[in-house]
Nanobody
Framework: VQLVESGGGSVQVGGSLRLSCSAA????????MGWFRQATNSEREGVAV???????TYADSAKGRFTISLDTAKNTMYLQMNSLKPEDTAMYYC????????????????WGQGTQVTVS
């Protein structure tokens, strides 16, 4: 399984970005995909996760501003980020695992290479 993120970049405070993650070679009928982020000198944290039933979970910091979605036909996940803040600056990683979602990054066995988001 190969996860490839895209859509990161630099944006002004209050701006928007849309991240994408495509999962090539993923054959499980039921799976979870999620976005995690890691800022400099910080631990990796969950941002949002979604399963193939469309059930979503968001970090408190993302609620009301970010929207996660999953196109199961394309095995592609998206993260629409609005009203971005400087504290959203981080490397954003896509992750996937079979079955139900987990908020623990160690439960995910497939990771993308990351895409940088910088808000200033």
């Amino acid at each position: 399984v190969q996860l490839v993120e895209s859509g990161g970049g630099s944006v002004q405070v209050g701006g928007s970005l849309r991240l994408s993650c495509s999962a090539a070679g993923y054959s499980d009928a039921s799976y979870c995909m999620g976005w995690f982020r890691q800022a400099t000198n910080s631990e990796r944290e969950g941002v949002a996760v979604i399963d193939t039933d469309g059930i979503t979970t968001y970090a408190d910091s993302a609620k009301g501003r970010f929207t996660i979605s999953l196109d199961t036909a394309k095995n592609t996940m998206y993260l629409q980020m609005n009203s971005l803040k400087p504290e959203d600056t981080a490397m954003y990683y896509c992750a996937a695992r079979p079955g139900a979602c987990s908020w623990k990054d160690q439960d995910y066995n497939n990771w993308g290479q990351g895409t940088q988001v910088t808000v200033s």
